[in-house]
């Protein structure tokens, strides 16, 4: 039997055991360890009387009060959606003209839509929705897919080039180079011409090569961007006359989508959102490109 | 080192290396068959067992050790544990600082898969928990064992077959990582042949530690021992559990679980918060319950609190794992037993964190001058800080608010850096003279500057993580007039940058910590070893219980 010391510091009795050097002081378990220890006990078992908490083979103890998570949630979610339903079904019977014009609406508008718009369209648009290099800019009102209400709503709900919708909109740039379809003179020849629709100063010295752009323009491309370059709603082709680049407008980026082509693709929504969402979607980014 | 081995022990380390060479060989060769990722650990399994033979075959003519050997306590094993657990603090808080900054700012990686998010995070968690957490409880039980037991380890093979097997896990895991071989299960990524190979290592660690305690001249079994014993068994039934899974092919890295759906994370998390008790709690608290009681020259507050704090801690954390599935698939009766069970654990946890701290009740003017011993108080106060804030966030509505936000690694980083690290710092300072006998450590100023940083990283990420979190658990559940949410998720992410920008700059001043570190335990393993040694063997050789 070990004998126990006395340590001079706390006063207390060693156990008598030593280990290398280290001694034990046999110190009293405190009262408060005691108490708490008591108190998260008797907490312990008074939530499990009231809550579901032991397993019974097959079933469990459901407790006293009733406690189900996933009717509790259930029930939350039909009163938050019926609480909304007050102003959803208002933009849902509504045309986007009169939504527009009514300020009390357009103020949920704006506070439901960004929160949709940040959590569905802004990783590729950008929390401002200006867009990204190959994701358009929302906020400029030069729509490629059209910028009637109905154009926009459509887009979104059926999406570019997208899988899932079997009405997607479509929009395929060939690759004018890497397929073979020109030579890499002509390629040059066209990216100098497109430059020069917006920038006519880029002409100055090139003469010749814009001169040859412009008969490989009306060949190839003018099917879809039209005669004058203006572009087509109908497939997306983007008007080459305007300061708006979606891939960037210097020569370099315009040689490298001649040659390469673009496919931009866009998620179809109609699966993911439903049409309330969708439509608060659309007088959302009508409004964020201000009035027309 | 080969050295301190026996001829016949020699024989054994390179039989055993052969066969691993050959089992790397075979790996390689039908991981290349098919084209599988298994191709690169094959070599890698050959490669390191070559280079560990390579280095037995230079000490393999070296003189038998001399039987005066059997009288003093066995550590080249531990030595070289503190080494290696050093080297891999810095890989694991370089791959966690540079996870840090891509966070804030998402390009500052290369344009590679190996250096994605996903890769890295399991590196670092691994590198930090596994490589330098591990290491450091494998080499200091050694240390404590054969001292609190007054018994040399019983051979001189199987520590070292631990230690480099622990390592060759190590490497398989974290190499895997970047190759893209994972389970997706976390902190238990290692593919199936990764994990075979760590229930060999582990149950030989296991057999290794009894076949000491059974030896022991001591008639008690000193605590720290229940702990590290308590972390020993316990890692390896959790290990054998969650990792259960059936290869596709035994000539590819690939596995499936033999758990699915709800019952997949049940088990996941049961492992996952068990590894949080056993591996970062019980083996640390063993850690503390010796170097603490040591570098103070205090005696052990109280007895009876440690036994108290040991089967309190042991019995409730096993059930608390389900409270990291609240409001999720799991029953709900299950997330209640690991609320409830969290919450009673709160009062073990306390005691041990009291006991620590109530030992140094007459031992305070040390902590006040000695780094080394106030790295390891630091560490109880953390230890109990991070205690109290598990049990409360296990609370149902508590998470409801917490749960998938920052605050939750804001959370394990105290726990991490608050207590895993600075006990194991503390107890580095502490060993490193007793081992290599040196009078103190190379620079007692380097060890307080580490102590600042280590303390200021710790604080700096933790409040930036906790000011984080709960703006993120806030912003997330935020409705307005309209009955919808307020903010969209990426305003949460925009919102978080300035405390991501601070959490890697805490993440950076802990890391710089753990270079000085390192420079410092260099340095006084270098300096030649003074007249005045220090040595924490209270007891004379002669009354060492020899090996078997």
């Known amino acids: 039997m070990a004998i126990g010391e006395r340590d001079p510091h706390s006063g207390h009795m060693t156990t008598g055991h030593e280990w290398n050097g280290i001694k034990e002081l046999n110190t009293p378990v405190p009262k408060a360890v005691w108490l708490f220890l008591i108190v998260t006990v008797i907490f312990s078992i008074g939530y499990w009387l009231l809550m579901p908490a032991w397993p019974l083979g097959r079933t469990y103890t459901r407790g006293l009060l009733d406690n189900d998570q996933k009717e509790i949630v259930a029930k939350r979610v039909s009163a938050a959606a019926q609480g909304r339903s007050a102003w959803t079904q208002r933009i849902a019977a509504m045309s986007y003209d009169q939504i527009r014009a009514d300020p009390a609406l357009m103020a949920y508008v704006r506070e439901d839509g960004h929160r949709l718009f940040g959590d569905n369209c802004a990783a590729c648009h950008g929390m401002n929705a200006t867009g990204n290099a190959g994701f358009p800019n929302l906020t400029d009102r030069d729509w490629l897919w059209g910028g009637t209400p109905e154009a926009i709503a459509h887009t979104i709900a059926v999406g570019v080039n997208s899988p899932a919708s079997k009405d997607t909109r479509v929009s395929q740039m060939m690759a004018f180079g890497k397929d073979g379809i020109l030579d890499n003179d002509a390629v040059l020849a066209v990216a100098d011409y497109v430059k020069t629709l917006s920038e006519p100063s880029w002409a100055k010295g090139k003469a010749a090569s814009v001169a040859k752009g412009r008969e490989v323009f009306a060949a190839n491309c003018a099917v879809c961007h039209g005669d004058q370059g203006r572009g087509n709603p109908q497939v997306g082709a983007p008007d080459l006359t305007d300061r708006t680049w979606l891939y960037g407008g210097d020569i370099d980026a315009i040689y490298t989508t001649i040659y390469t082509g673009r496919q931009g693709e866009m998620p179809a929504w109609e699966h993911r959102l439903d049409p309330v969402d969708r439509k608060i979607l659309t007088v959302f980014l009508l409004d964020k490109g201000g009035k027309p | ?548």
């Open chain 2, 1 to 548: 080192m080969v050295s301190g081995l026996t001829i016949s022990e020699r024989q054994r380390s390179m039989a055993v290396l052969i066969v691993l060479a050959v089992i790397g060989l075979v790996m390689a060769a039908a991981g290349a068959n098919r084209a599988d990722p298994m191709q690169a650990h094959g070599f890698l399994v050959l490669l390191f067992s070559l280079g560990v033979l390579c280095f037995v075959l230079n000490g393999y003519f070296e003189p038998e050790p001399s039987a005066t050997r059997l009288t003093s306590y066995y550590d080249d094993p531990s030595k070289a544990g503190i080494v290696i657990a050093m080297l891999w603090a810095v890989f694991g808080m370089f791959i966690g600082d540079w996870v840090a900054w891509l966070l804030a700012f998402p390009d500052m990686t290369f344009d590679a898969a190996w250096s994605s998010f996903g890769r890295l995070r399991p590196a670092h968690t691994t590198g930090v928990i596994f490589g330098f957490g591990g290491n450091a409880l494998i080499a200091t039980s050694f240390h404590v064992m054969q001292r609190t037991s007054r018994a040399r380890l019983p051979d001189q093979f199987s520590p070292w077959f631990v230690l480099i097997g622990y390592n060759l896990f190590c490497l398989l895991a974290v190499s895997g990582y970047f190759l893209g071989i994972t389970q997706s299960k976390e902190y238990a990524e290692p593919e199936w042949y990764a994990d075979i190979w760590l229930v060999i290592v582990w149950v030989t660690y296991l057999v290794l530690y009894l076949r000491t305690l059974a030896r022991r001249k001591e008639p008690h079994i000193y605590v720290a021992n229940w702990y590290y014993l308590a972390f020993i068994l316990v890692v390896a039934i959790l290990h054998v559990v969650n990792n259960l899974a059936v290869p596709a092919s035994f000539a590819g890295a690939k596995s499936y679980s033999l758990f699915s759906g709800v019952q997949d994370a049940m088990t996941q998390w049961w492992y996952g918060h068990n590894a949080v008790a056993f591996f970062l709690t019980a083996g640390f608290l063993g850690m503390m319950y010796y170097y603490l009681p040591k570098r103070a020259g205090r005696p052990i507050y109280s007895y009876r609190m440690s036994i108290i704090g040991f089967w309190g801690i042991t019995f409730f954390y096993m059930w608390a794992g389900s409270h990291h599935l609240h409001y999720t698939a799991l029953p709900q009766w299950v997330q209640t037993l690991g609320m409830t069970f969290s919450v009673m654990l709160l009062v073990p946890s306390w005691i041990a964190a009291a006991n620590a701290l109530l030992t140094l009740n007459g031992a305070w003017d040390k902590v006040r001058d000695d780094a080394t011993l106030r790295f390891m108080m630091m560490a109880a106060i953390f230890y109990g800080l991070s205690t109290f804030e598990g049990s409360f966030m296990a609370i149902r509505s508590v998470n409801a608010l917490s749960h998938y936000t920052d605050w939750t690694i804001g959370h394990v980083h105290a726990g991490a850096m608050g207590w895993v690290a600075l006990i194991t710092f503390g107890s580095i300072y502490a060993v490193v003279p007793w081992l290599w006998k040196r009078e103190r450590m190379y620079s007692p100023v380097l060890v307080e500057a580490h102590f600042w940083l280590a303390l200021a990283g710790t604080l700096i990420y933790v409040f930036a993580m906790w000011n984080s979190g709960i703006i993120q658990g806030l912003m997330w559940r935020t409705y307005n007039d309209s009955g919808t949410l307020t903010y969209s998720f990426l305003d949460s992410m925009v919102a978080m940058h300035p405390y991501y920008v601070a959490r890697a700059i805490g993440g950076l001043l802990f890391l710089i910590g753990a270079i000085v570190g390192c420079y410092n335990i260099w340095m006084t393993i270098r300096r030649p070893s003074g007249a005045s040694a220090l040595t924490d063997d209270a007891l004379l050789p002669a009354n060492l219980q020899p090996a078997e």
